[in-house]
């Protein structure tokens, strides 16, 4: 059974900066080459099988789309300009765009060979979630998905992949395709958003082969959102086995475990890994983001965690990272400041022998000063 998992806003996908950063790089000098024409704003959706012929285009948001494409010019990096009268026009428009009216043409324009029409279909008036819930229009994503080879689109649509319900849809293998096969940018995004929006036992098998991808870039960052399954039984036993393995997914494996409250016995097991990683300080350091990982794995220990036992012991911890003998001074640093967070009261006492230390001792002071300020207004 599928439950629905609420969307955080953090890992909104910023669809604008993304597509500002995939302009084409300047030709050679000497060599200019002129723009080609704009190919057709009704272009084919890759087809897949099972799909439905793309339906007539809407007349209104192609007219829209053709000025654009025919009276407007892009700045340097592809966008759009939108003091350009088309654009806005387009940016402006709600009728023909409402209630998903034009996400067929969207998705039309979207799987087009002009890039500027593709860009153009995700500006303004994005395609309604509800519309994935088709399943010729979630086949048909998914081909684009799986053939796509722009970086940036890539993103965009494994993003897009990861709000459709496939498991309700009967296309769990369509979304284990894409995960075996995509564009690394489009395994990325689908790793990292894919159990923001389902927990189900298809979900819980892609985010396990996007977890072991042999691409880090798209392995470690999923391993960081598995926390938003907690409570389910194969999720909770990827997060063990990687937080035991060694290799580089190990400290972000802790970090994602320490999130979580509902598998059982999983904090005991993060104190336990966290204690014998931070045994051997000398390795509690910036490779793999270690130090980093581990210290914001305290701070959910003695922020989140419901049981005392589990708070104290990440306090414990948090003083530990702070000492001289761990090699990274950024860790301790952040160390202090968590411990402020999680135990004001406190802090003082553990934090001022820390102002003479040569690495940390300033820090030291100015954390002291922030928590006597914060004292001072009361909070």
Not at 56 to 64: E, G, K, Q, S
Not at 256 to 265: H, L, M, W
Not at 285 to 307: F, I, K, M, S
Request: with cysteine; aromatic share 4%.
């Amino acid at each position: 059974m599928s439950r629905a998992v609420k969307s955080s806003p953090r890992l909104a996908l910023p669809v604008a900066l993304a597509l500002a950063a995939c302009g084409a790089p300047p030709a050679p000098p000497g060599s200019p080459v002129p723009p080609p024409p704009p190919a057709p704003v009704a272009s084919a959706v890759p087809s897949a099988e099972g799909s439905a012929p793309a339906p007539d285009r809407d007349p209104r948001v192609t007219a829209l789309a053709s000025a654009v494409l025919e009276t407007c010019k892009p700045d340097e990096d592809g966008s759009e300009v939108s003091s350009c009268p088309a654009v806005k026009a387009w940016d402006d428009e709600e009728e023909a765009f409402a209630d998903g009216k034009a996400d067929a043409t969207l998705l039309a324009m979207l799987g087009g060979a002009d890039m500027r029409a593709r860009k153009l279909s995700l500006r303004s008036h994005p395609i309604s979630r509800s519309f994935w819930s088709n399943r010729a229009h979630a086949l048909a994503l998914g081909a684009l998905t799986k053939s796509e080879k722009d970086e940036t689109m890539a993103t965009i649509l494994g993003a897009m992949m990861a709000e459709a319900d496939w498991a309700a849809l009967g296309l769990g293998d369509t979304l284990k395709d894409v995960a075996r096969h995509a564009h690394p940018r489009a395994r990325y995004a689908l790793g990292t958003r894919l159990l923001e929006n389902h927990v189900n036992a298809t979900t819980s098998e892609v985010v396990r082969l996007l977890a072991d991808d042999a691409d880090r870039h798209v392995a470690d960052p999923t391993v960081e959102e598995l926390w938003r399954a907690d409570g389910d039984a194969p999720v909770c036993d990827l997060m063990t086995r990687l937080m035991t393995g060694g290799d580089y997914r190990q400290s972000t494996a802790i970090l994602s475990a320490s999130r979580s409250t509902k598998c059982p016995g999983m904090a005991g097991r993060v104190v336990a890994e966290l204690g014998a990683r931070i045994a051997e300080p000398g390795k509690v350091d910036r490779e793999n983001n270690r130090g980093w990982d581990y210290v914001r794995a305290t701070r959910h220990l003695c922020l989140h965690q419901p049981v005392a036992r589990v708070k104290k012991k990440g306090l414990e911890l948090l003083r530990k990272l702070m000492a001289p003998a761990i090699a990274d001074a950024r860790t301790r640093v952040n160390a202090m400041r968590y411990y402020v967070e999680c135990e004001p009261a406190g802090a003082r006492a553990v934090i001022a022998p820390f102002t003479s230390d040569k690495s940390v001792g300033r820090d030291a002071k100015e954390v002291l000063v922030e928590l006597k300020a914060k004292a001072a207004a009361g909070r």
